[in-house]
């Protein structure tokens, strides 16, 4: 079993960049897949980074294109998603996932999940 603690968010004015972090527990990390997730008010949660265990592998959703970035650091058990460019439209609550199955990283269907982190972007 994997538990994950994101951290990282908070306010910041469009055009700003954050740098979410998520950190894993136990011993397997590099053999798990991760994504980045989030979900704004009063909307479904949906895609938005994933990068594959051996790293050789990355996936962005359309709206982040070019603007955020995925990395992991296998050694310190921690995925991060760099934000740049922020617009008001980022504001939701992101959760990281893992999933050590997973084909398709672009997919909705982790099997372990944070707690959320909150990203406001103000306008």
């Known amino acids: 079993q994997v538990q994950l603690v994101e951290s990282g968010g908070g306010l910041v004015q469009a055009g700003g960049s954050l740098r979410l972090s998520c950190a894993a527990s136990?011993?397997?990390?590099?053999?798990?897949?991760m994504g980045w997730f989030r979900q704004a008010p009063g909307k479904e949660r949906e895609f938005v980074a994933a990068i594959s265990r051996s790293v050789s592998m990355r996936a962005y959703a359309d709206s982040v294109k070019g603007r955020f970035t995925i990395s992991r650091d296998n050694a310190k058990n921690t995925v991060y998603l760099q934000m740049n460019s922020l617009k008001h439209e980022d504001t939701a609550v992101y959760y990281c996932?893992?999933?050590?199955?997973?084909?398709?990283?672009?997919?909705?269907?982790?099997?372990?999940w944070g707690q959320g982190t909150q990203v406001t972007v103000s306008s």
């Open positions: 136990g011993r397997t990390f590099s053999s798990y897949a």
């Open positions: 996932a893992a999933d050590s199955l997973l084909r398709n990283i672009a997919s909705m269907r982790y099997e372990y």
